[in-house]
């Protein structure tokens, strides 16, 4: 027997390796392409067989592991990647196939980029609004302002979901799901899953998708849904209370790695299509790997096609990577992987990255096909959010910050023989600060730095080789979202502050950055003791162009409690407060404003208690559907 089919015959033995068949003349399917020039330190490779993958991965995970398991960035539960900035009207895009009357013009969610949808916890299509809430799925007619359907999911958690017709996916995260049909008060442990609804008639789930780890991002093109999931291998290392000595519990550690059957790297996957389920694992195949790598992770994209009447495997395009930023555009995929955790293992509290640097690969999309992997690179220093890359004309831009020089730089890199090269760099921004926000719009770039004060630079990407800062502004406080709102207009969601850069509650700024010589701050609006979810969520955000409205979620507090509500801004050549909308009390309880949408004349504001509808032009309260 070949040392390839004995291989396999053992990891039959644990678990399937879809990866290994019986005929070594049939290769799996190659995971990237083939090499067209010379090998970089960033360039993407598969392994030879799934010999080499266990071995190497084995070797790599024994180098990184520490004395307490797989630390840093391995492993660690991520929560979803917040999104981005578009809320346009696109009636168009919803028009129905059957020839069926168009829905009112309505917003969608607010994402980074235009034709890269991303998961969030309501979805409208501007006929029907659906959203996520406590474990149930609710579907409510927009029309008629009533609740057409309810599904009672079965999980718990912070449930998102993606709508592309009658279909939608909810995607689970990992964790502590309670059930409601066993003890409530019981937690148990599951993995992230993807379940398909379907929305014609009664709800129901028609596939559901179980995995392994943790659910890092998604996004969605046209009807196919991409998820990005990130695995650690199944290893139980001992439990040794006893020693303390960190040299020892590493040695233990290696010996656990050892042990470690070779399927424990190769992430399981399970799908209940009606009553068939069926179960498997990432083909080895389609494993790829960089030159550094730490082997305590993998990081796997799933494909489902939402016009499909079931999810199936996914299609699992693997990498041994710790990502934990997705980036997309309609035709393009990033994944990014902060590189911090990497520490010098026995220094102690002074401990230290090793990298302070940020990995970086690009796959290609196209149609309702897996990814295809296209070139990686690395930039130093570490992202803020997704709004630190940028893809335009060819190039991606990245902004980072340098923790150890205290130092912000953009970088503009190409794809070239399968690699991302730096082709320019604006260096030096904010020195001694940390960048708080980027936004990049075309051939221009804005960036906001603070520590103290809140320098937001004004950049010309126009030419790749010589990006250029063109100018600066410096007012207190800090913009946490940049937002773009009309030609040469920026509002920017963030905190106000003093001189010391102690924080002063809710400040939103409106740029004017027409001049890239002199942007120009034309007005604020500022809300003491108040912050706003906006700052870290920009899904949070609502901007209608159709009349200047601009909806913020904020909770404020003083000496005698708290208060959640949505302020109703419109945005002109100043910001004007229109009215401040706040959902029914009940039992002394302030529902939190979670999000708002238009469709038609009606603004709707969503929290966990239920849906609001008020007139568009009045702010007056039309219609209240609880949740409950």
Same mark, same amino acid.
């Given at each position: 027997m070949s040392r390839r089919l004995l291989l396999c015959a053992v990891l039959a033995l644990t678990t399937p390796l879809a990866g290994c068949t019986s005929d070594p003349a049939r290769p799996a399917p190659p995971a990237v392409p083939p090499a067209t020039g010379a090998a970089g330190a %960033?360039?993407?490779?598969?392994?030879?067989?799934?010999?080499?993958?266990? !071995? @190497?991965?084995?070797? +790599?995970?024994? *180098?990184?592991?520490?004395?307490?398991?797989?630390?840093?960035?391995?492993? %660690?539960?991520?929560?979803?990647?917040?999104?981005?900035?578009?809320?346009? !009207? @696109?009636?168009?895009? +919803?028009?129905? *196939?059957?020839?069926?009357?168009?829905?009112?013009?309505?917003?969608g969610t607010n994402v980074h980029e235009q034709g890269a949808d991303e998961p969030d916890l309501v979805k409208t299509d501007g006929r029907r609004i659906v959203t996520i809430s406590q474990g149930y799925l609710r579907v409510v007619d927009a029309a008629s302002r009533r609740e057409t359907g309810r599904l009672d999911l079965d999980v718990q958690g912070q449930l998102q979901l993606l709508l592309s017709g009658d279909r939608a996916l909810v995607l689970v995260p990992a964790g502590y799901l309670y059930r409601r049909y066993i003890d409530k008060r019981a937690a148990m442990p599951e993995g992230p899953q993807v379940l398909l609804v379907d929305l014609a008639g009664t709800p129901k789930i028609v596939s559901r998708y179980r995995a392994e780890g943790n659910l890092v991002d998604a996004r969605m093109t046209g009807s196919t849904a991409r998820i990005v999931l990130r695995t650690t291998p199944r290893i139980k290392f001992p439990d040794a209370p006893r020693v303390s000595d960190e040299r020892k519990r590493l040695a233990l550690n290696k010996a656990a790695i050892d042990r470690a059957p070779g399927a424990a790297w190769l992430p399981g996957w399970e799908v209940t299509d009606g009553a068939q389920t069926t179960k498997g694992n990432v083909d080895c195949g389609r494993v790829s790997r960089p030159t550094d790598y730490s082997g305590g992770s993998l990081v796997s994209i799933m494909t489902f096609d939402l016009a499909r009447p079931a999810l199936g495997s996914g299609d699992p395009v693997t990498i041994v990577a710790d990502g934990d930023t997705v980036y997309g555009t309609a035709d393009s995929l990033y994944l990014a992987s902060d590189q911090r955790w990497r520490l010098d293992r026995f220094a102690g509290r002074a401990a230290m990255p090793v990298r302070e640097e940020t990995d970086l690969y690009k796959f290609t999309i196209q149609g309702n096909q897996p990814p295809v992997y296209r070139a990686a690179g690395a930039v130093p220093g570490y992202l803020i959010n997704q709004y630190a890359l940028s893809e335009w004309d060819g190039h991606l831009r990245a902004a980072t910050t340098n923790a150890k020089t205290e130092r912000s730089a953009v970088r503009v890199l190409a794809e070239r023989d399968g690699k991302l090269v730096q082709t320019g760099i604006v260096d030096g921004l904010g020195k001694g600060e940390r960048i708080y926000s980027v936004r990049f719009i075309g051939a221009r770039g804005y960036v906001v730095t603070f520590k103290q004060t809140d320098p937001l630079y004004s950049l010309d990407l126009s030419d790749p080789a010589k990006p250029e800062v063109t100018g600066e502004l410096k007012i207190t406080g800090y913009s946490a979202h940049l937002q773009p709102v009309g030609e040469d207009r920026l509002i920017g969601i963030g905190q106000e502050a003093d001189a010391d850069g102690r924080t002063q509650g809710t400040q939103i700024s409106l740029f004017d950055v027409s001049d890239p010589a002199e942007p120009k701050r034309l007005a604020r609006y500022h809300l003491p003791q108040a912050y706003s979810d906006a700052e870290y969520d920009p899904h949070a955000l609502l901007w209608w162009p159709a009349t200047n409205l601009l909806v913020v979620p904020v909770n404020t507090w003083d000496s005698i409690g708290s208060k959640s509500e949505a302020l109703a801004l419109r945005v002109t050549d100043g910001i004007a407060l229109t009215d401040r909308i706040t959902q029914p009390t009940t039992a002394a309880y302030q529902p939190m404003i979670q999000r708002s949408l238009v469709i038609g004349n009606v603004l709707w504001t969503v929290s966990e208690s239920g849906l609001q509808a008020s007139d568009l032009s009045t702010m007056d309260r039309v219609g209240w559907l609880p949740s409950a």
């Open positions: %960033m360039r993407l490779v598969a392994f030879d067989s799934c010999e080499q993958l266990i !071995a @190497d991965l084995r070797k +790599a995970a024994k *180098a990184n592991v520490e004395p307490y398991g797989f630390g840093g960035g391995m492993g %660690m539960p991520e929560a979803f990647t917040r999104g981005g900035a578009r809320t346009m !009207a @696109d009636a168009a895009a +919803a028009k129905e *196939a059957s020839g069926a009357a168009a829905p009112p013009q309505y917003s």
